[in-house]
Structures are given as structure tokens and as C-alpha cells.
């Protein structure tokens, strides 16, 4: 069921002006958050007739949790990433049977296999290793595994093969991994991989991606979205506040357990029959690896029936690091994540600025539209006074905020260039708030896409919005966050 969005009722915390400081007077802070939610209602009311909540859609679906039930989707939980059935049930709504569908943020790959198992061709492009692996060793399982390959899955499962080894291989590490398992797990997992060259290419990749499967779960760190937190076990000190994943399993346990999932889905035993349902042809799936900023200027005009997919989030959050672990056993070196984090679409407060029309002189459309798009500029000029008076945690914010949404607007730019007249594209993202700015970024991108060859056909809302930091909250109030599906066409 599709409802009509209701204006918001935002009550916003006063500043005790006593407290401010003599520069801070002459920026009032409160007046400005005043005219950015004055001119961010103005665009509600524009967009009043494509806001719709929309009560299909629902968080577990909109993320990773829905995927927790599917054979092969939840052997590796891609936080991130966004579930299958979302990808199935949006391409049916939208009529996309046939042709060809881009994903330029590709992830783990969810959007691919999705399309792919409804018959359509789908294309990739990821940055990320971790991602391209994910993908990678989906594709030798959809191409079928013979029995040979399955008894040997089955044997690792039983046997424990790497338990023969008597020296194994050094893990790889990086400065930010350095510590994150036990001598007992790093031992383990070294003989893990040297048994795995006694094993053919196919069941290797297998093998690895089981391993990838585990590292977080066998180590002393926690993905949390900025960064990796450090258990109080490892040594590392991390803040002052001391963090207990709680139980960690040996890592023969972990491994043995994930192998087991593995053979039990691809036995097809124990699970719904639909799970494995191949009514039609499995379409193509092709993966490119690197930035879609760089891919995507290289892909023929008017290519895609459909685009389906989910940016980086405007949120710090920094993949590199939260997917460190994964990333130094794929060999990525210290100098190589630095590459990755630049190469990243602006999304933490690490990125430096791209030049953007020195990388692509035909993106000043999209800058313009960067440029002239009024909330965004507002809330610009709002962080960097905030930076100069001290108010920011971080003074890369400013920074980042702006490279995100310059960037997005490049992306998008090239989105409606690849795309055929009429056909949709769809994304997933969130809307965010800095320093008690609310920062629609639904508004703000649809805005942009309007000016470089989109139709805002509808922003889909979730019924429950994101919440908002402790910190956020006790500073400006409660005031929930759209979490939206865009469904753009080229016009």
C-alpha cells in the first residue's frame, strides 16, 4: 500500500546562546538550521505528489536481513547490501523483463543474481575486492558444481584436511588488521590456506569465500560502519569505553559450521524448494572491477533496459576499513587501500576532493546542477561555518558532503546517458543529518537527476524512518530520517 507522505512536525532544540562563544554569536547557528528547514519543506511540498510511503516496504526487506533465508545470498553477510527479494519485487512492479540491467555499485552482488535468476542480462561494477569475490564465486555456483566438486566440499566439512598441515602460510595483514586473532586462530587459518592449493581453482574459490565467510566472526574486531571495533581481548586500546564482542568460537568450529551451510544449500537439503527454482533461463552476469566514475563514461549511450541499485550512503561510513580484514587476505597492500579509499564515491571523511571535470570535461552539467541546487548549497555554506567556529567532530564533514553529492551528480549524469529513453533507474539510499542539519539527499539527488535527463516518477518511503545518534539527538531533538527508493526514468 502506497500512502501520501505527511509534512514533518520537526521540533527543534534551542541553543543556549549564553554558552556561545564570541565568534559563535555572529554565525547564529539556530537561524540558519531554521532556513535550511524552511527551504527543505518548500521542496517537500514540490515533491509532495511523488513522496509516498510506501508499507510493502519494510527495513528487513530494504537490507541484508531478508537475505538471511536465502541458499547461497546468506553464507556472507554484506551488511550493506540490500536483499533479493527488494530486487524481485521492484523489477516485477516496474514491468523490467527482459534486457539489460546495471548495477554501478554492485556490492556483493545482489542486484546481479537477482536479475540474472529472472532471465535478464545483468552488468556490475565494483570497486571493492571483497565484492568482486563475492560475485566471482557466486558465478562458478550458478554454473553448476559437479559431484566430484561437492564431495570435496563435503570432505573439508568432515575431514578438516588443514589439520595435516604442519606449516601453514603467513596471514596477510595490514597496519589496522595487525593483532585481530589469537596465535591459536592465526596458526589455523595459515594452514587453512596452504591446504587449499592442493585443491582445483573452482573448489579453491569456494574454500576461500568460506574463509572470508569467518574472519570477523574468529577475530577480536566488530564491523561498525566507521570502523572496525577492537574486543579489550586483542591489546588494542580503543577509547576509553572497553568493548566485549562476547564469545568467540575457534576457529575450526567457525569454519566447519560455515562449510556444512555451504554443502547442506548446495545439496538442496533441508530448504524451501524455491530457493533453488530455476523456471527460466539464468541471464548473463558480467562483473567489471574499479570505480563506476571511471567505467561508466565508457559504456555505449542508451545500453540499459533498467538500472537497479544502492550507493554509499552519505554517512562516514568507510569500507575500507570496516571490510579491512577481508581485504588484507586478498592481498590488498598498505598502499592499495589508500588507492581504494580515493577511488571510493565521497562517503567518510578520508576521501580528498576529485577533479571532477579534469577527469571528464562533459560532467559540467551535472556540476551545474550541483551547483545551482539550493538546499545543498545551504547546507554547504552552513558546515563550513560550523567548521570554522569549532562545532564539527570532524572538519572533513564539509568536505565530504560536498564530494558525495558532486559525485552522485556525475553518476547520475552518466546513469541517464547509458540508459534507454523511458526505462527506469532505481536506487536505495538514505537521507542524513550533520551537525543538526537535515540533509535530504532523496530531494537533493532527484533534484540534480531532474536537470541531467530524469522524470521523478516517485520516492518511495519506508514506513519507519532511521533514527537519529545519541549525540544528534540530545544536541536538536528527535526528528526521523527518510530511508527512500527513488524510481527515476529517463525522459
Known sequence: ?????????????????????PMQKSFDAEVALQEIDAINDKYEEL????????TALTRKLVSFQANKSRAVYRWYKFKEAFSASLVECLLTRYGIDQGKVLDPFAGSGTALFAS??????????????????????????????????LSTLERWSSKLPWKKIKKGKPIPELRITRGAYSSETADSIGKYLAALDDETERVRAILLFALLCVL??????????????????????????????????????????????????????????????????????????????????????????????????????????????????????????????????????????????????????????????????????????????????????????????YEMACVIFECARVLKPGAPLIMINDNV???GASVPVDIILSEIARKVGFKIEKILVLPQGKGNSSQQMGAHGRDPLRKCVYIWRKA
Open 116 to 149: 540474472s535468476g529472472m532471465g535478464l542480462r545483468a552488468d556490475g561494477i565494483e570497486l571493492l575486492p571483497i565484492g568482486q569475490q563475492i560475485t566471482q564465486t557466486k558465478q562458478i555456483i550458478d554454473s553448476g558444481l559437479s559431484h566430484l566438486e
Open 216 to 405: 570477523e566472526v574468529v577475530s577480536f574486531t566488530r564491523k561498525d560502519g566507521q570502523y572496525l571495533r577492537w574486543d579489550h581481548r586483542s591489546g588494542r586500546r580503543q577509547g576509553a569505553k572497553v568493548f566485549d564482542k562476547g564469545h568467540i568460537p575457534a576457529f575450526d568450529a567457525a569454519i566447519v559450521a560455515k562449510l556444512r551451510d555451504i554443502v547442506s544449500d548446495l545439496s538442496n537439503a533441508g530448504l524451501p524448494q524455491e530457493l533453488f527454482s530455476r523456471d527460466i533461463k539464468l541471464g548473463e552476469i558480467n562483473l567489471s572491477a574499479g570505480s563506476c566514475l571511471d567505467i561508466l563514461p565508457t559504456i555505449r549511450a542508451s545500453t540499459y533496459d533498467a538500472i537497479v541499485t544502492s550507493p554509499p550512503y552519505c554517512n562516514r561510513y568507510d569500507y575500507t576499513r570496516t571490510y579491512a580484514l577481508e581485504l588484507a587476505l586478498l592481498g590488498v597492500s598498505e598502499e592499495g587501500l589508500v588507492d581504494l579509499r580515493q577511488q571510493m564515491l565521497s562517503c567518510t571523511v578520508e576521501n580528498r576532493a576529485k577533479d571532477l571535470l579534469a577527469m571528464n570535461p562533459r560532467w559540467e552539467t551535472a556540476v551545474r546542477a550541483a551547483d545551482e541546487q539550493k538546499n545543498l548549497q545551504m547546507v554547504l555554506t552552513y558546515l563550513e561555518k560550523q567548521k570554522e567556529v569549532g562545532e564539527l567532530n570532524n572538519n572533513g564533514i564539509p568536505r565530504m558532503v560536498r564530494g558525495y553529492f
Open 433 to 435: 543529518r550533520y551537525s
Open 1 to 21: 500500500m502506497i500512502l501520501k507522505v505527511q509534512p514533518r512536525a520537526a521540533k527543534r532544540v534551542a541553543v543556549d546562546k549564553t554558552l556561545q562563544s
Open 47 to 54: 515533491y509532495n505528489g511523488s513522496l509516498a510511503t510506501d
